[in-house]
Structures are given as C-alpha cells and as structure tokens.
C-alpha cells in the first residue's frame, strides 16, 4: 500500500511540474511557511510581515560572472548586485552595466564567455555608480552616482555623493566627499578632499584641494595645491598655485605661479601672479599686482595693483595702493606714500639707530652711465643758507587725530634740518634737481641729507681756494714786509753813517 501511495504522490508531482502553469500556495493569517530537515531551519516566509528568512548562504550558480540574464540580484526589476567583467564588483540600483566595450565573461556550458582583458578590477557602491564604464579599469565608487558618467577613465578612486560623477576618461584621480569633482570630464591627476572641493574642475589636471569648497569653480586650471576650507574658491583657469589656510586666495580665477600661506593671504586676488604672501590677511586686497613678496601678519595688506614690491614684517607695507619697486623691512615699516615707487625703507619711524659694520652705502657710478658732465654750481652760497637746527621730536602720530599738544614731546634734543627750510634754499637756487626734499606725502615732508654731500664738498672746495689765494696775498705781503724791513735797514745804516762824518769833521 504504501509503495502504490509513494507512485501516486511522485506522479502528482510530474504531472504538476508538466502541466501546471502556475502554483500557489495560500498562507492563513500568522502562518509561516518553513523548509527545514528534522534538525535545521533552511528558509521560511511569514505571513505577517512577508518577510523571507535564509539560515544559511545563498548561492547564485551556474555562472562565474554575472551576464544580464544570470548571477544577479535585481529589485523590482533594475540590477542591484552583479559582478559583470573580470573581478568587478557593483552594488546599487544600476550600478555597472552588461555592456562594457571588449568584456567578456567565464560562463559554463553553452553560454561560456572569454576573459575580459580590459575593464577589470572595478568596484562600484552606490544607485548609478560607474553606470556608463566601458574599458575603464581599477576604478573604485562609492557613493550615489559616483564615476556615474565613467567609459574610459582608469585608477580612479570616488568616494561621496556625485564625486566624479561627469568624468569620462579623465585618470588617477581620487575625490572623497559630496561633489567633489563632480564636474571633471577629463581631467586626471587630481586629489580632491572635502565636500565640493574642486566640484566645478572639468579638464584641469594634477591639482590638490583639501578642505571644504577648495578649488571649487576651478575648470581647467593645472597643478594647484589648495589647503584649507573656501582656499582658492573661485580659481577657475589659474595654475601652479600653492595655497594655505582658510579663505586663502579666495577669489583668484587666473592668477599664476602664487604662494599663498595664512588665513585670508592673497584673499581678493584676481589676475595678479608670481606673489608671495606668508601671513595672515597678508596682501588681502591685491588685485592684479605681480611680482610681490609679503612676509608678515597683514603684511602689504591694502596693495591693489602695485607690483614687484617686497615687505618683511608685521603690518610691514600696509599702506602700499599701488606702488612698486618698494622694499620695507621691519614692523610697520612703510614708504612715503601709498603710491610711491623705487624706496627702500628701514624700520618704522620709532627707529633712532642704524646700525651695520660699515658707515656708508655703495651706489652706482660709473663714469660710462653718465653724460652731460660739469662742475656743479651750488657751493658755498648755498651752504651759508643752509640752517642747522636742534630741536625735540614731538611727532603727530603720537597724539589721537593726530593733533598734537605737546605732552609726548622728547625730553632729548637732536640736531638736523627742517624740510621746508631745505626746500626754501634749493627753491631759491633754482637747485631742486638736488632732491633734498621728498614730498610724495604732503602731509610728511622727508629730507635727503645725504644729497647735500657733492654740495659740501664744492663749498669746501671754495673756501680752500678762497684760503689758497688769502694766504699766496700773505705770502707777498711777508715779502714786501722783508724787504721794508731791509730798506729801513739800510736807512738805518746810512743815517749812522751819516753821524759819524759829521762827528769827524
């Protein structure tokens, strides 16, 4: 009996698995559904939360490699996880394809594929992660539509959401954060960290941002190192700048060859290349200037359009608009105006010593670079005008507003000239070729001590021949004082013998 009910049953069964088009099985209400052996629970369904449950692995067989109909898990309907090509990998709702130019597949039995020899090595996490890759190799994404765009592009590694998601055939780059280099095309050689860091570069290449927003509208700017949130935010086709701090060289977009290191250095810069700013706010409002070096807390920090300047020190060149050929070195050291060129300044005007092991400065003088030579005219006149002074400093800046009332004055007194007095002279002898006065800074007349030497060395000259020739007149007055000397003499002498012939007698 039982062998006849084994026959029925095994019959019941082919002749379902024939003729049967659909099978059903309806669950009551809370029922579970389990496949199990007398020990083990294998899978179950439950009926109250539909949820299914495998209690060991699952295996999908019968192919190495994902193909379109095989080895892939879909959700409703859309790929989910594969690993199509030759050790690739794609997780996310259609993360890679069944496409890829030149890949082919293991397979087994009729449907065996050759080994893929060129898109290989890919691992791709995320909804449209390397959706598009066709050749591109050793790429990995993660993130939500990361190297979305992807066919030839190799090395790649996209970490965040729509980092790379543009790029094409761009090589090399790494991006880790939401949007970084979202843009790029085909740029390689790009380092991108930080949400939006170089998120608009397109075919720009071996740049480096760090930080939230670094080198974001850069497009095809090149060899730029940013470090720092918002550090060369607006770059857009500016290359071989190196870039520090927060906001550093914020609004550059075709600068070149720029070092910028501190917190808002370079901050304003647009056009301007080939600058050096080291220092917080140093060369902040430099526009297009070129050539400048700044080293200092808001060093050079007011200079828009001056160029080839050089300031070492804290506040050293703040007044500097647009100057150039000026070189500062100390605290606050400043030049005579915000729009003078060719100085050189030594400290700020608390100085009282300049101090080196020799007492003078070598300058250019060379007969060869001269013409129009003559002896100079202003001379001993000139230097009887002249009015040395002594007097105690009492500087306006010391005072609020400055407007001075005389309670800072200097108990020390100090000699030397009074700029206007100099000019008056030099004025008079129609000499102002002399420089003796700078008065770039109306409000602070400066004076040129040192051109009044060729000046003294004339009146010296002067008052050595004027002595020359008193003492040649004294010289002949001796003689003649000799030789009135010698007739009185003889005088002398005849007189006496006068006498003596009128005694005889």
């Known amino acids: 009996m039982k062998a006849i009910t084994s026959i029925i049953i095994i019959g019941l069964v082919f002749y379902g698995s024939v003729f049967a088009q659909n099978i059903t099985n309806t669950l009551g209400s809370t029922g579970l559904f389990t496949i199990k052996d007398g020990v083990n629970s294998y899978f179950s369904l439950s009926q109250s939360n539909g949820n299914v449950s495998l209690f060991r692995n699952m295996e999908l067989g019968g192919v190495g490699t994902s193909t ?39 397979g087994y039995g009729t449907n065996t594929l050759t080994l893929n020899t060129t898109g290989y090595l890919n691992a791709a996490f995320g909804v449209n992660s390397l959706s598009s890759n066709t050749t591109g190799f050793q790429n990995t994404a993660l993130g939500t539509e990361t190297l979305k765009s992807n066919t030839t592009g190799s090395n790649n590694t996209s970490v965040g959401c729509l980092t790379l998601s543009k790029n094409t055939t761009g090589n090399s780059n790494s991006a880790f954060g939401t949007s970084s280099l979202s843009s790029n095309t085909t740029g390689s050689g790009n380092s991108a960290f930080g949400n939006r860091s170089l998120s608009f570069n397109q075919t720009g290449f071996e740049n480096s941002a760090f930080g ?47 070092s910028a290191f501190g917190n808002s250095s370079l901050y304003w810069s647009t056009l301007g290349s080939n600058n050096c700013s080291f220092g917080y706010s140093s060369l902040f409002y430099n526009d297009y200037g070129n050539g400048n070096t700044a080293l200092g807390t808001r060093s050079m920090e007011n200079n828009y359009s001056g160029s080839n300047n050089t300031a070492v020190g804290y506040l050293s060149g703040n007044t500097i608009s647009s100057g150039s050929n ?33 007492t003078s400065i070598t300058s250019l003088s060379d007969k060869r670079d001269k013409k129009n030579i003559s002896d100079l005219q202003p001379g001993l006149d000139f230097v009887c005008e002249l009015k040395p002074r002594q007097f105690n400093w009492d500087k306006r800046e010391w005072y609020e507003n400055n407007t001075s009332d005389g309670s800072k004055t200097e108990e020390i007194k100090t000699a030397g000239f009074i700029a206007q007095e100099l000019d008056e002279v030099q004025t008079t002898h129609n000499a102002e070729w002399l420089n003796l006065v700078l008065k770039d800074n109306p409000e602070k007349w400066e004076a040129t001590y040192g051109n009044l030497l060729p000046v003294m060395v004339k009146a010296i000259q002067e008052l050595k021949a004027e002595n020359d020739k008193l003492k040649s007149e004294i010289d002949s007055m001796k003689t003649i004082e000799e030789r009135l000397a010698k007739l009185e003499d003889l005088i002398t002498d005849q007189n006496k013998l006068k006498e003596v012939k009128l005694t005889e007698k």
């Open 326 to 358: 000026l070189t500062l070195i100390g605290y606050n050291s400043q030049p005579t105006s915000g729009t003078a060129t060719n100085q050189i300044t030594l400290g700020n005007n608390s100085v009282t010593s300049l101090r080196c092991n020799v």
């Open 212 to 258: 939230y927003s670094s080198l974001l509208s850069n497009t095809s700017g090149s060899y730029n190192a940013s470090f720092g949130n918002l550090s060369l935010y607006n770059n857009t086709t500016g290359g071989s700048n190196s870039v520090f701090g927060h906001s550093a060289m914020n609004n550059n977009y075709s600068g070149n060859y720029n």
């Open 68 to 106: 379109s109909s095989r080895g892939v898990v879909t959700k409703n309907g859309i790929r989910f996880v594969h690993n199509f090509g030759t050790e690739n990998l794609f997780i996310g709702l259609n993360s890679g394809n069944f496409s890829l130019t030149g890949y082919n597949n293991t």
